[in-house]
């Protein structure tokens, strides 16, 4: 699933064909406003909260889009198009006077709304990283009000802190030396926003570093923990470990750990 730093990098992606041009010809293939007609809009710019993407335009709305697990935004030169085979999944539209077309492709939220009421459906998102306006004592505050909920499901509740998903949930435990499972009320809440709030910026921001948590671009070296069970650790050697689920987590995410680096205190990690 596309995380903060992805839709950040997806949003500077689209502003070079997109930002200021006119929709010559476009529509919406899906969500509540199917069939509405795009042309004559121009794009006023790309803003992201997490994992939600806003395409703002001049007639006072906004498109909201969520890729979740399986949607993509392409844009194709002049003349071109998708596939034939992907065009039965395009749910977004846009040929602009540049003569680009932006192809939003099986997006499973399409979501188009006057500009004036976004907060209508991002506003119980929780601070941003990523955004100016990131603020890491109200993410403390919301994180800390629950403090039985195990770390990585309450760093991956959306309504605590926006952009953290699943990969950054076990790296940064990892980080911090922290067993996933441990009560969000038992650690250092600022310290662990601070490393998550630089990793993602670094992430998003500086070019080859993309989701790469280790330092290492190496193939099969990029992250700690995330996708290694039954590897060595690259720290300490011990074995990766994984949780087939996230206590608390509704979608039911993969938990991955090394029980050397992350001891859950109290247990026995045999």
Not at 21 to 48: Q, Y
Not at 120 to 129: C, E, Q, R, V
Not at 195 to 212: D, E, H, I, K
């Amino acid at each position: 699933m596309p995380e903060g730093d992805s839709v950040y990098r997806l949003a500077k992606r689209l502003r070079e064909p997109l930002d200021g041009r006119a929709v010559a010809s476009g529509e919406l293939r899906s969500g509540a406003a199917a069939g509405t007609r795009l042309d004559g809009w121009t794009v006023l710019g790309h803003d992201t909260h997490g994992k939600h993407l806003l395409t703002r335009f001049d007639s006072g709305f906004t498109l909201r889009t969520h890729l979740k697990m399986q949607g993509s935004w392409s844009v194709t030169a002049a003349g071109k198009r998708v596939p034939r085979a992907i065009e039965p999944e395009v749910r977004i539209r846009m040929r602009m006077d540049s003569g680009r077309t932006a192809w939003g492709v099986d997006v499973p939220v399409v979501d188009l709304l006057p500009t004036r009421d976004e907060h209508l459906a991002i506003g119980h998102l929780g601070p941003d990283p990523l955004r100016a306006d990131w603020d890491a004592d109200e993410a403390t505050r919301r994180l800390e009000s629950r403090p039985e909920r195990p770390v990585a499901a309450a760093l991956l509740d959306q309504r605590n802190v926006a952009g953290f998903g699943n990969l950054w949930a076990n790296e940064l435990c990892f980080l911090r030396g922290i067993d996933p499972v441990t009560p969000i009320g038992a650690i250092d809440v600022p310290a662990l926003l601070a490393v998550g709030a630089r990793a993602l910026t670094v992430s998003a921001t500086v070019p080859n570093m993309y989701q790469t948590t280790t330092g290492s671009t190496r193939r099969g070296e990029r992250h700690w923990v995330s996708g290694r069970a039954g590897r060595p650790c690259l720290r300490c050697g011990t074995t990766i470990r994984v949780r087939a689920e996230v206590p608390g987590d509704p979608e039911r995410r993969r938990t991955w750990w090394c029980p050397s680096c992350q001891p859950l205190r109290g247990e026995s990690e045999g």
